[in-house]
């Protein structure tokens, strides 16, 4: 079992940058795929990027690519979301979430956190 907390959210202008975090607790963190995914209000959640249980794969919606880095520290349980470049169409909830096995930008994930609040100001 994993329990997944985001934290970082918040309200920026466009153009600005944010860092989310989402922190991981139970056993073998380093053995999970890990992902961020993002959702707007009727719409589907869509995948924002992935990395694999080492860090050694890594992937970007087309959306996102140049402007976001996807990083983890597997010794803090803790996986990053940097965002710079921010656009208005980038406000979504922003969720974390862990598989185990190999990572993959599909949303066939195990475990969920509970979502951050992003939200771009024009």
């Known amino acids: 079992q994993v329990q997944l907390v985001e934290s970082g959210g918040g309200l920026v202008q466009a153009g600005g940058s944010l860092r989310l975090s989402c922190a991981a607790s139970?056993?073998?963190?380093?053995?999970?795929?890990m992902a961020w995914f993002r959702q707007t209000p009727g719409m589907e959640r869509e995948s924002v990027a992935a990395?694999?249980?080492?860090?050694?794969?890594?992937r970007y919606a087309d959306s996102v690519k140049g402007r976001f880095t996807i990083s983890r520290d597997n010794a803090k349980n803790t996986i990053y979301l940097q965002m710079n470049g921010l656009k208005p169409e980038d406000t979504a909830v922003y969720y974390c979430?862990?598989?185990?096995?190999?990572?993959?930008?599909?949303?066939?994930?195990?475990?969920w956190g509970q979502g951050t609040q992003v939200t771009v100001s024009s």
């Open positions: 990395i694999s249980s080492a860090g050694g794969w890594i």
């Open positions: 979430a862990a598989k185990r096995g190999g990572a993959m930008m599909t949303a066939d994930y195990d475990y």
């Open positions: 139970g056993r073998a963190f380093s053995t999970y795929a």
